[in-house]
């Protein structure tokens, strides 16, 4: 594969070097995430868990309020808003400095988090589609911006979802996106491919199987594939034991060139990149 050169995106005025992989931290202030570990909705676990995810080595928190799982409750902007100030206020107090990323589909929610607390990253699981105004208002507050691609919304996304060509269409729905986004001046885009979202496994695992064509866009890739359900529907396990099925995709996807990897398990990710690192100074594997 021939070396890209480095992805750097724009942190709170520093830029952060993406060509080395990093590991975001998944913190959901939810009290039904799909992964039950996961929920965090008292202080005192809020605190807890941002400690485990930086102490384990994470370089972004990605805090989510709103539960994305199939067939999640609907919950309001002013729901989704209180426990974010709550999750928020936490991390801020104990973690001043540290990076964080929203997820959130919603333009007034993203403007609250980045206006108030200092969010440096927002992280849209629908790409702009379930809010017209999302896209003018990352261009408005110039911050890096996550857009996945996601077939459906969370409530209906896993109801037989169909494609005619998979590879075509999520290619094509970027990059009529990324152009969106440049023309309304964006400067720092970051993909995901959307895995368990309007997918079935069959889906995923050819979507994996090409992760490397989305070099094609030269923009930093992040995968989601922590204890998803393309691993414990495969293997016939739930998700609290997707554990090691999760380092073996965080592996391959390391290999195909993911640039971040939004994990449960930070510690465990974190050994994943160091392990691939070295076998690519050593030349066993190419460089992205």
Do not use: W
Not at 68 to 84: G, K, Q, V
């Amino acid at each position: 594969m021939e070396k890209l050169s480095a992805k750097y995106i724009n942190v709170n005025g520093s830029l952060l070097d993406l060509s080395t992989p990093c590991v975001m931290g998944i913190l959901n202030v939810t009290p039904d995430s799909f992964y039950v570990e996961s929920r965090m909705q008292d202080e005192s676990h809020i605190a807890s868990r941002i400690d485990s995810i930086l102490n384990e080595g994470a370089t972004i928190i990605d805090i989510g309020a709103y539960s994305s799982r199939p067939n999640a409750d609907h919950i309001t902007p002013r729901e989704e808003m209180e426990r974010l100030r709550k999750g928020l206020s936490v991390l801020r107090k104990s973690h001043p400095d540290a990076i964080v990323s929203v997820d959130t589909f919603r333009s007034d929610v993203a403007r609250m988090c980045v206006e108030e607390y200092g969010v440096a990253i927002i992280n849209d699981i629908a790409a702009g589609e379930m809010d017209e105004n999302m896209f003018r208002t990352v261009a408005e507050l110039n911050v890096p911006y996550i857009m996945m691609h996601m077939q459906g919304t969370p409530q209906n996304m896993q109801k037989e979802p169909h494609y005619d060509n998979l590879l075509k269409e999520v290619f094509l729905y970027f990059a009529k996106k990324v152009q969106q986004l440049r023309d309304l001046g964006v400067k720092d885009i970051i993909l995901d491919p959307g895995f368990g979202f309007g997918k079935t496994v069959e889906h995923n695992y050819e979507l994996l199987a090409h992760l490397e064509d989305f070099s094609v866009f030269e923009l930093p890739l992040l995968v989601g594939v922590s204890r998803k359900s393309m691993i414990y529907k495969l293997l016939g396990i739930k998700p609290q034991e997707a554990l090691n099925g999760t380092t073996v995709l965080d592996t391959i996807c390391l290999t195909k060139g993911a640039n971040i990897l939004r994990v449960h398990d930070v510690h465990e990710a974190v050994e994943t990149i160091k392990i691939v690192e070295a076998m690519r100074r050593n030349s066993i594997l190419p460089e992205d």
